[in-house]
C-alpha cells in the first residue's frame, strides 16, 4: 500500500541532544512538508521541499533542520537550539490533496 | 495573511443525527480546501478535497460544500455514529503549495 511512514512514534531527547525523526513516503510525491502541532496552536509549518535537493523554511524553522537528498525521503532533526521541542510532529506529502503519516510524539527528558 | 477559522470549537451530538461543521478563511484566492479527521494521538486522515473550481464533494455519508467568493465550506455528516467521534480538521491550500489550518472542531457522537 503506498503512503507515508513515519518513525518512531515516541521520541525522549534530553537537553542539549540532536534529534532526527524520519518521513518516507513510496506515493512518488514531488512534494513533502513537516508540520508541528502543539495542543490549542493547531499545526504549524515547520520546512516543506518540493523537490529533491532543495527546500524552504515554513513558519517555525528555528531550531530545526531538513535534507532532501532522495525523493522518497524527508528526515527532520529537531536541535539543541530549539527550546520547545515537545509537540506531535507530521509529515505530509502533496498528490492530488495532502496525505499525513501517522507522527511522531517528541517529549523532552 | 490567510486565517482559517473552524466553528464551533467542541460539538456533542446524539447518534443518529445530521450535522454540519463549519470553516471560514480570509483570501478567497485558494487552490483547493481539505477536510480531515484526526483521531487522538494519530495522525489526519483526508475526508475530502474540494479543488477552487468545484463547489461540493461527496463521500458516503459526508458532503462537503465550497464558496470562495464568500470564503466559507462547510462539512456536512449524516446519520451520526459513535465511531465518527474525532477531530475534524478544515485546511487551505495556497499558491506556495502550503495547507494553512484551522483549529479544528472536536465531534462527540453519543451513543
Known amino acids: 500500500d503506498g503512503g507515508i511512514t513515519q518513525s518512531p512514534k515516541y521520541l525522549f531527547r534530553k537537553e542539549g541532544q540532536n534529534v532526527t525523526l524520519s518521513c518516507e513516503q513510496n506515493?512518488?510525491?514531488?512534494?513533502m512538508y513537516w508540520y508541528r502541532q502543539d495542543p490549542g496552536q493547531g499545526l504549524r509549518l515547520i520546512y516543506y521541499?518540493?523537490?529533491?535537493?532543495?527546500?524552504q523554511k515554513g513558519d517555525i524553522a528555528e531550531g530545526y533542520s531538513v535534507s532532501r537528498e532522495k525523493k522518497e525521503s524527508f528526515p527532520l532533526t529537531v536541535t539543541s537550539a530549539q527550546k520547545n521541542p515537545t509537540a506531535f510532529y507530521l509529515c505530509?506529502?502533496?498528490?492530488?490533496?495532502?496525505?499525513f503519516g501517522s507522527g511522531t510524539r517528541l517529549t523532552v527528558v | 495573511k490567510q486565517e482559517v477559522t473552524q466553528i464551533p470549537a467542541a460539538l456533542s451530538v446524539p447518534e443518529g443525527e445530521n450535522l454540519v461543521l463549519n470553516c471560514s478563511f480570509t483570501?478567497?484566492?485558494?487552490?483547493?480546501l481539505q477536510w480531515f479527521r484526526q483521531d487522538p494521538g494519530k495522525g489526519l486522515t483526508s475526508l475530502l478535497l474540494i479543488q477552487s473550481s468545484q463547489r461540493e464533494q461527496t463521500s458516503g455519508r459526508l458532503n462537503a460544500s465550497l464558496d470562495k467568493s464568500s470564503g466559507r465550506s462547510t462539512l456536512y455528516i449524516a446519520a451520526s455514529q459513535p465511531g465518527d467521534s474525532a477531530t475534524y480538521l478544515c485546511a487551505v491550500q495556497i499558491n506556495t503549495g502550503k495547507l494553512i489550518f484551522g483549529q479544528g472542531t472536536t465531534l462527540q457522537v453519543k451513543p
Open positions: 521541499s518540493q523537490i529533491v535537493n532543495d527546500f
Open positions: 505530509a506529502s502533496e498528490g492530488y490533496g495532502y496525505t
Open positions: 483570501d478567497s484566492a485558494i487552490y483547493n
Open positions: 506515493l512518488n510525491h514531488d512534494a
